[in-house]
């Protein structure tokens, strides 16, 4: 179970499962409405927000150290040798960012401070920092960058419901009553008359269900992490973290009518 930290983009984030760390949002157009032209336009442009504005936190990946470091972490000095290790990159925006090692089969993190409105790329983009900013002995450039792919548009049936206003009848029952008239020899007559009903109708709103077609398609992204550390003076190369995320999001383009099932009768 990941902790989801404060992201001030959040709102546009949902859980939805994936083999990734990390969870975007779907997009869904009107169920009346087949994207095209302006409109297709609009949801390109709604993404790139999306993807500039993603909430990525945490990534797995590796650290390589190209000669013995030393770091400062949450325990006090880390020595970290030569070589590959399994690192997990946790992103803080407002913050830090921290760099978890696993050094001796034990896990360290390594905390690099932001300074006041800098935030680390998370999709796209490149940001470099002093050692004296990140509060470690090495300067830290920091890059990422996103491949977009498309699956091209699928078609699916779905269920649908709609509120409409059908008239509702029912039939009243009028008791019977006595009816008396005069003969023509001036006597009362009476009769008993049958009970009798009526037919009473009123608008009222139903659920009528139905199926329709949708129209989508998947979109991938692939998010490529470096996190590098550099000798402050001579600005080599002393370690770099490397790490993927992956996305795969089902888009909805458009829907078709909703019509009652096996009629082809569209619910107006």
């Known amino acids: 179970m990941q902790k989801k930290l404060p992201c001030q983009f959040c709102q546009f984030c949902r859980n939805y499962p994936t083999g990734s760390a990390f969870k975007r949002p779907v997009l869904q157009a009107p169920y009346n409405l087949m994207l095209r032209g302006k ?9 790139s927000v999306l993807l500039l504005t993603s909430c990525v936190e945490k990534v797995r990946g590796t650290f ?9 972490g949450k325990d006090g000095s ?5 070589g590959v290790h ?6 803080r ?3 830090s960012a921290t760099v978890v090692l696993e050094v001796n089969g034990k896990k360290s993190k390594v905390k690099f401070n932001l300074p006041s409105g800098v935030k680390l790329p998370t999709n796209q983009g490149q940001v470099r920092l002093t050692s004296m900013e990140v509060g470690q002995p090495y300067d830290v450039n920091a890059t990422a960058t996103t491949a977009v792919s498309n699956s091209g548009p699928r078609t699916s049936i779905e269920s649908c419901s709609r509120s409409v206003i059908r008239p509702v009848c029912s039939y ?8 008396c008239f005069p003969d023509r020899y001036g006597r009362q007559i009476c009769r008993n008359l049958p009970p009798t009903s009526r037919r009473i109708c009123r608008d009222e709103y139903t659920t009528v269900y139905g199926q329709r077609q949708v129209t989508y398609e998947y979109r991938g992204e692939t998010t490529e992490f470096n996190f590098t550390l550099l000798d402050p003076s001579s ?11 992956y996305n795969a999001n089902r888009v909805v383009t458009g829907y078709g009518p909703c019509s009652v099932y096996g009629t082809g009768v569209i619910i107006q």
């Open 235 to 245: 600005q080599e190369v002393v370690g770099q973290f490397n790490g993927q995320d």
């Open 86 to 91: 399994s690192a997990v990159l946790q992103i």
């Open 93 to 95: 925006q407002k913050k």
């Open 172 to 179: 009243e029952t009028i008791p019977g009553r006595q009816e």
């Open 39 to 47: 409109d297709m336009k609009k949801i390109v442009l709604l993404l």
């Open 64 to 72: 390589e150290a190209k000669r013995p470091l030393t770091l400062r």
């Open 78 to 82: 880390l020595t970290v040798a030569q």
